[in-house]
């Protein structure tokens, strides 16, 4: 069974409003958001702060350009599968 | 008796049967015989209807809500126990109705809210439900140059650019480079692989390792190297075979027709820029952006390999910030797009600009850009370099009947619509005496020139018009806007982007312009690479846009017309320069064509480098 994970192209973004004390505060809690749930590989791609709250487009990078992509060898193993 | 209806629709709801009736009215546009039951009707009376006139196909639709499992499970039934449920394929369409859903409940096929025709088409004629069912296949690859005559609008800019292009072809005619002298052989060595196969594996071919030792030759030591010794260049990692043909598999699963951005036949064509360093994950990317309707693909090789004298061979990847060209690289690209993507290769601003070419004109590329005075005033190569393989390049594009096309990247460094554009007419009047169709690629978005001028501090529209304006009335060429539209305005915010991208793509397409490339919603995002999901999210703005739009038009103030005539009038004086200066090399070095003052800087790399054809390298 393929995992869901694996399939992901390059990344997938968190949208998400956040309420905190500032922009600071709020760029350190989408951080945290992300180490929270295990992620290493991440980045605030946009955050705006305005009356106690954050909206905010928090990226986790799963596939590196240039490693070994998940998704194109789950794709081939799953058409071995099919074949055998 | 009852007349013979393929296709039964039943609204299974007490109010609602618009979509159903959509449904059934594109049915029907298309010749399948339908009978569309009015809204609350009972389980019952469907199941009688179907007995009664023995549809092939019966479409159930239902808003979902408390019973829904309830009722459609006794109709499942009810067909099922009349013995007719055998022989009918049933959909169910609806809000939130998934195929998951459909599957759960007993019935064949699930649609959900923007359901189209063809899909349910797809689903009567029992066909893949990726499968869009576009009549005809592929669609033919738009000629963006088609019915243009390639005419100077303006007779005495006209005149001008003709001398100007003469003069600059008897100039350059007598000298060659390195990089001019790589594209011949790379000529030579891609005519022995058509003859041998292209196996990569011919460079054990004597006559291959010749070339190869004879292209080394005109490189500079780390592509020698390359060649002489199989040392690649240390930023670069060379793919596996297994890789490579995973991908071509990948690439042939996910070629499928897909449904256009535009709703008119005159919307312009709009193509993406890709070029993340790692030719896998481009194709990726150019699958899903074809999938969602992208009419064509810009390469973006990098800054160190446009700087580098030569390229290299094989299946290599870089953590740069642009793909490589290399023969093996680019053939991989080409085979993966579908048959109706256009391609361009980048191919104006540095050392193997005339060798991209020969790639480009060999291995299937429809277009590429090439613009020396980009090159030499903000491109980091020597201006008389970048002249001489400019114009090269050029003839090896009539040679291979490439459309090129001129963009002003120069104007992005601060350099005035008036001189970026005279370099473009002078570029493509030189194209013009070789018979190699060109397309004007202005900037339309914000740009540095414009934010010290001020034209931009009202709207965005009255100065982008006056831009188009003036390349219309000097010459009947194509136009591409770009590049990508809207560059500088966009910022992180997704939705701001993409909503940039769209009103930008809205103005280009009022103003006529034929072709438009587009950014993704992370132009403005500097922390990584381009997402996938952010290609997509502009694409499905600027389907929106065509959607809304259609043909109508924009209206800009009469601001557009007075900076429109400046313009024209700033062409004619530059062109006036150049001409007195006599040499465009040095017009381009005296800085008549962008001064430091405009933040236009002369290129260093490649300097030294141009010789005589007869004298020795």
């Known amino acids: ?84 | 008796m009852e007349r013979q209806f393929e296709i039964l629709l039943a609204p299974l709801d007490p109010v609602h049967d618009v979509g159903l009736r959509l449904i059934s009215k594109g049915l029907a546009h298309k010749g399948y015989n339908t009978k569309c039951l009015p809204p609350d009707v009972s389980v019952e009376e469907i199941v009688e209807q179907t007995n009664l006139i023995g549809p092939k196909t019966l479409l159930i639709g239902r808003t979902i809500g408390y019973g829904l499992a309830e009722l459609v499970a006794r109709l499942v039934d009810m067909l099922d126990a009349t013995g007719q449920r055998r022989d009918i394929k049933l959909g169910l369409g609806g809000k939130n109705i998934t195929q998951e859903l459909a599957a759960e409940l007993g019935f064949d096929r699930g649609f959900g809210p923007g359901t189209t025709v063809d899909q349910v088409v797809n689903f009567i004629e029992g066909r893949n439900e990726q499968d869009t069912g576009l009549e005809g296949g592929w669609p033919d690859k738009k000629d963006i140059t088609l019915g243009y005559s390639y005419r100077y609008n303006h007779e005495e800019i006209g005149e001008l650019l003709d001398r100007i292009a003469e003069d600059a072809l008897q100039r350059f005619e007598m000298f060659s480079s390195p990089g001019l002298e790589r594209a011949y052989v790379r000529e030579k060595i891609i005519g022995v692989e058509n003859e041998e196969g292209n196996q990569y594996d011919n460079r054990l071919h004597p006559t291959i390792k010749t070339l190869r030792e004879e292209y080394a030759s005109h490189c500079n030591e780390e592509i020698a190297n390359f060649y002489l010794n199989s040392i690649p260049p240390s930023n670069v990692k060379e793919l596996q075979q297994e890789e490579v043909d995973r991908i071509v598999s990948f690439s042939c699963e996910s070629s499928h027709p897909a449904p256009r951005l535009q709703t008119t036949n005159s919307q312009p064509s709009i193509f993406i820029q890709y070029g993340t360093g790692c030719p896998l994950m481009d194709i990726a990317h150019i699958k899903g952006c074809e999938a969602w309707g992208v009419d064509g693909v810009l390469h973006f090789d990098p800054v160190w390999s446009a700087r580098s004298e030569g390229l290299i061979e094989g299946y290599f990847s870089t953590s740069d910030s642009g793909t490589l060209y290399t023969p093996q690289n680019i053939r991989l690209i080409r085979k993966c797009l579908n048959p109706s993507t256009l391609w361009s290769l980048r191919a104006h601003r540095g050392l193997n600009t005339p060798e991209t070419v020969v790639l480009a004109g060999n291995l299937g590329a429809d277009m590429v850009k090439i613009n020396p005075f980009y090159g030499g005033l903000s491109g980091g190569t020597d201006p008389e370099r970048m002249l001489v393989d400019a114009i090269g390049a050029i003839k090896l594009a009539a040679k291979y009947d490439l459309v090129f096309d001129i963009p002003v990247g120069h104007e992005l460094a601060g350099v005035p619509t008036k001189k970026t554009f005279a370099s473009i007419f002078i570029v493509a009047a030189i194209a013009k005496k070789l018979n190699v169709r060109t397309i004007l690629t202005p900037l339309f978005c914000y740009s540095p020139h414009v934010i010290i001028e001020g034209q931009m501090e009202n709207n965005y529209v009255d100065y982008n018009a006056a831009r188009i304006k003036a390349l219309k009335q000097v010459m009947d060429a194509p136009i591409r806007a770009g590049e990508p539209v809207g560059f500088m305005t966009h910022t992180e915010e997704r939705v701001q982007s993409a909503v940039s991208t769209a009103m930008h793509t809205a103005l280009a397409m009022s103003l006529g312009v034929d072709n438009i490339v587009i950014a993704s919603t992370d132009e403005a995002y500097s922390g990584g690479p381009i997402a996938l999901a952010s290609r997509i999210d502009t694409l499905k703005a600027v389907k929106e846009t065509f959607r809304f739009f259609g043909t109508t038009e924009i209206l800009p103030t009469d601001q557009k017309d007075i900076w429109g005539d400046e313009i024209i009038e700033g062409i004619f004086d530059v062109l006036k320069l150049v001409e007195k200066k006599g040499d465009i090399a040095d017009a381009m070095y005296g800085g008549l064509l962008g001064d430091k003052e405009e933040g236009a800087y002369f290129g260093r790399t490649g300097k030294g480098t141009v010789f005589k054809k007869n004298e020795a390298l």
């Open chain 1, 1 to 84: 069974m393929k995992k869901a994970w694996k399939q992901i192209v390059d990344s997938f973004d968190i949208e998400v409003v956040l309420i905190c004390d500032s922009k600071e505060d709020g760029y350190h809690l989408a951080k945290q958001l992300a180490e929270e749930h295990g992620f290493n590989d991440y980045d605030v791609v946009f955050i705006e702060y305005l009356n106690k709250m954050a909206r905010i487009r928090l990226r986790i990078n799963v596939s590196q350009v240039g490693s070994h992509y998940s998704w194109l060898s789950e794709k081939v193993n799953s058409l071995d599968n099919e074949k055998r």
